[in-house]
């Protein structure tokens, strides 16, 4: 039989059937997942991608994918080597989203929200809201499945670029005098212009808030909608949506009242004029207080990575953090940003390397290997063996 070779648009579902890289897509595998791992059995993202960016979705694999690829422990082998003798081998655990250690660094990352300090906008105990105002708001920018397919939501429509060219006839380039002559030619991949997906829509809705409102501190996160069951109507599962905490520097807003669902709200005509800035529904809660709004994101960020111990955080239940982070995983996507500002409340230590202490050594990265090809418990996060190892 003649198999007409596929063109670079042709869905291997097309090909294969309903089904891809996944269940049934080979056959000859007694376990389908054999199809997502490498040679040593490590799932593999690049394969994971291959797999399910074809066909439809099945959100049950994928969670199951990024389970596999998230407990399996990884680690970096250093050989330290002095005169030409290994004197000891450092092994240290990598993160990955998820994992103890990526928390770990998470709450590093996020350890400046303690030092902002407490401010209060208004008294939320207060039953006369009169001449309560705010600086804080709590954003919720959602999304209609219907203005594009799901991997486009997440990773947009990118094209193909070259560095410092600016025009894009090949035969009359016309070259760009800012780019650094080393870098001219080099390709890479942008996003086109009016893209649909979600870190396009964000940036166009934030600058156009910044246009009309003037300076603004933003704790921004990317969340997956949820499973709904199956009832024939089109949901948004899978679906990015926005969540995010605006400080405005340069603006207020009148706290006009409190919902049934105790949430403080802002005046009609306020909240239309910021939603009208985004295609698809948009909440907006006032917030009281910077801790209040802050500690809300953190506990958030702790439960979407895995931390089982963190309970009852609004909106979020851990199989809904769970397709959260294995879809971030897959689409290979930053869930949270923070913009600059935040930090400059707060002055850092500087910490201080003594390179003294590495004379006479040089540093040989072994590579990268499993608890398992280690053979060390995969709760290890870093360990010295002082002889050397092989
Ligand atoms: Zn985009
Ligand atoms: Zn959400």
């Known amino acids: 039989m003649v198999v007409s070779y596929p063109s670079p648009g042709t869905f291997l579902s097309s090909i294969y059937g309903d089904t891809t890289g996944r269940r049934g897509f080979d056959p000859y595998l007694a376990d389908w997942s054999d199809s997502i791992k490498d040679d040593r059995g490590r799932v593999r993202l690049h394969k994971a991608r291959c797999a399910f960016l074809q066909g439809s979705f099945d959100f049950d694999d994928i969670k199951h994918s990024y ?15 002095k005169d030409g003798v290994v ?19 998470m709450k590093k990352r996020l350890g400046f929200l303690e030092s902002l300090g407490d401010s209060y906008f208004f008294d939320p ?13 709590f954003i919720t920018l959602t ?38 002559p080393e ?8 996003h086109v212009k009016g893209c649909p997906c979600v870190s396009c829509r964000w940036n166009r809705w934030i600058t156009a808030m910044r246009k009309r409102y003037g300076r603004i501190k933003v704790f921004r996160n990317f ?6 069951p199956q009832d024939g109507k089109v949901h948004a599962d899978g679906y990015p949506h926005v969540h995010a905490v605006l400080l405005f520097e340069d603006h207020d807003f009148t706290v006009s009242y409190r919902d049934p669902h105790k949430h403080f709200r802002i005046l009609r005509a306020e909240k239309d004029k910021i939603s009208n ?27 979407t990575y895995g931390d089982s111990t963190v309970e009852n955080v609004h909106r979020v239940d851990s199989d809904k953090a769970e397709l959260t982070v294995s879809l971030l995983w897959l689409f290979r996507k930053q869930s949270f940003a923070v913009s600059g500002g935040w930090s400059d409340l707060i002055t850092y230590g500087v910490i201080q390397t003594d390179f003294g202490d590495f004379d006479g050594l040089t540093f040989e990265w072994v590579g990268v290997f499993t608890a398992v090809e280690l053979n060390i418990d995969p709760n ?3 360990a010295v063996d002082p002889g050397g190892g092989s």
């Not at 990955?96 to 770990?104: A, F, Q, V």
Request: hydrophobic content about 35%; glycine content about 6%; some cysteine.
């Open 183 to 190: 870098n001219v030619g080099d390709h890479y991949q942008s």
């Open 143 to 180: 999304w209609d499945p219907k203005t594009c397919d799901l991997e486009t939501a997440w990773s947009g429509l990118k094209t193909d670029k070259i560095k410092g060219l600016l025009n894009t006839d090949p035969y009359n380039p016309l070259f760009s005098k800012r780019c650094k």
């Open 277 to 303: 800035l985004w295609d698809s529904h948009v909440d907006i809660e006032a917030c009281y207080s910077v801790q209040g709004a802050m500690g809300y994101i953190k506990k958030y960020l702790f439960k």
């Open 380 to 382: 290890t996060w870093c």
């Open 87 to 105: 004197i000891e081998t450092i092994i240290s655990k990598l993160p990955k989203r998820g994992n103890d250690i990526y928390r770990w660094k």
């Open 223 to 228: 969340e997956a909608f949820g499973e709904k």
């Open 67 to 81: 389970r596999m690829w998230v407990n399996c422990a990884e680690y970096g082998k250093i050989n330290v080597i």
């Open 125 to 137: 105990k207060d039953r006369n809201l009169h001449g309560a105002k705010t600086q804080m708001l």
